[in-house]
């Protein structure tokens, strides 16, 4: 069943423009002048129910704004919009109970309250009855292995446990539809992983649509079957996500830690050095050669090793070097 559908989505910014100096400041106040920007250009999206999307795309591309016209925050400036059969922006009680949006740099929680008095708020929030709410609860809560923070001041809890609850304040109601804007931002790779499998459970055994934006590219390709690539509010890639990065990844980031001064060997296949200190090395290579790199410095007993996916920019570089047939 389709439970996001738009064609020729379209979202206009009217932005004052103001001129340089005290004397532009003094014509703006007589006259106004106006710039349009385009954030979303023209846009035709459909994601089936119990899809796992990821929506990525550099700085300003219009992520946001797209999800915004999505939830109903803002209207759109022409085009259609239908979501689990709404028109978001009318924001209907009834709409409104069946999706929930959670943002890594904003918080949703109440945090002079405990995480227990915060969820019984959000309980009342959605209106759920006393048994609906406690099987909830008590199933997130062991989901999460929270059982130990119930009774904690939110404003206490560490990132990654404050992650933890926004998503259950967030769950509870059990909505149709999930909006995730950068969920593991600042985590470390212990916790990101860890909300990564959760979010993958929710997805597998709820059959919980969710929308996933975030920067990094590990979370992308560790969850979202399907990639949505956004650029200067045009979609320029829509599809699977493993194509997406077999075809544009060219490059892999390793990063070695050790606990001794430590000399890199020579290496002989093609690799970039892009930080050296006795203690640490951070190497760009082709991806085919991660595996020989890992190989060859596993022998110098590192004490630990990060492998990173490119940044989305060079990406989006690259589906427009190639050719934009990314399309599907
Ligand atoms: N309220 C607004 N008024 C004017 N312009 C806006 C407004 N909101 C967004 N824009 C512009 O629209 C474009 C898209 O912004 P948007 O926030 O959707 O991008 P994004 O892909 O979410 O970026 P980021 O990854 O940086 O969060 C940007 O150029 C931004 O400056």
Request: proline share 3%.
């Amino acid at each position: 069943m389709e439970i996001i559908k738009t064609a020729g989505l379209t979202k206009n910014f009217k932005r004052f423009k103001k001129q340089a100096g005290m004397i532009g400041s003094i014509k703006g106040l007589i006259k106004r002048e106006y710039e349009e920007k385009q954030a979303v250009g023209n846009l035709d999206l459909t994601i089936q129910e119990g899809e796992f999307v990821g929506l990525i795309g550099p700085n300003g591309a219009g992520k946001t704004t797209l999800v915004k016209m999505l939830t109903g925050i803002i209207a759109p400036t022409s085009g259609s919009v239908s979501v689990l059969g709404y028109y978001p922006n009318d924001l209907e009680h009834e709409f409104k109970q069946q999706y929930a949006v959670v943002m890594g740099q904003k918080s949703q929680l109440f945090f002079e309250l405990t995480v227990e008095d915060t969820l019984r708020l959000f309980k009342e929030i959605y209106g759920l009855p006393e048994e609906e709410y406690k099987s909830s609860r008590d199933y997130f809560v062991k989901l999460f292995q929270v059982q130990d923070l119930m009774h904690v001041q939110v404003r206490t809890l560490s990132l990654g446990e404050r992650m933890k609850m926004e998503l259950i304040a967030a769950l509870l109601h059990n909505p149709k539809i999930i909006f995730l804007d950068e969920p593991t931002i600042g985590l470390d790779a212990v916790a990101s992983k860890q909300i990564r499998g959760f979010l993958a459970d929710i997805n597998e055994r709820r059959g919980t649509t969710i929308i996933l934006t975030s920067h990094y590219m590990e979370d992308i390709k560790a969850l979202c079957k399907r990639s949505i690539v956004i650029n200067h509010g045009c979609k320029i890639y829509d599809g699977d996500t493993e194509k997406l990065f077999e075809r544009f990844q060219k490059f892999k980031k390793v990063t070695f830690t050790f606990s001794e001064p430590t000399l890199l060997p020579n290496l002989d296949f093609e690799a970039r050095i892009l930080e050296q200190t006795p203690y640490k090395k951070v190497i760009m290579v082709p991806k085919e050669n991660a595996a020989g790199l890992l190989r060859e410095l596993m022998n110098l007993l590192p004490t630990d090793i990060t492998v990173e996916e490119e940044e989305i920019g060079t990406i989006v570089e690259r589906i427009y070097q190639e050719g934009g047939d990314g399309l599907a």
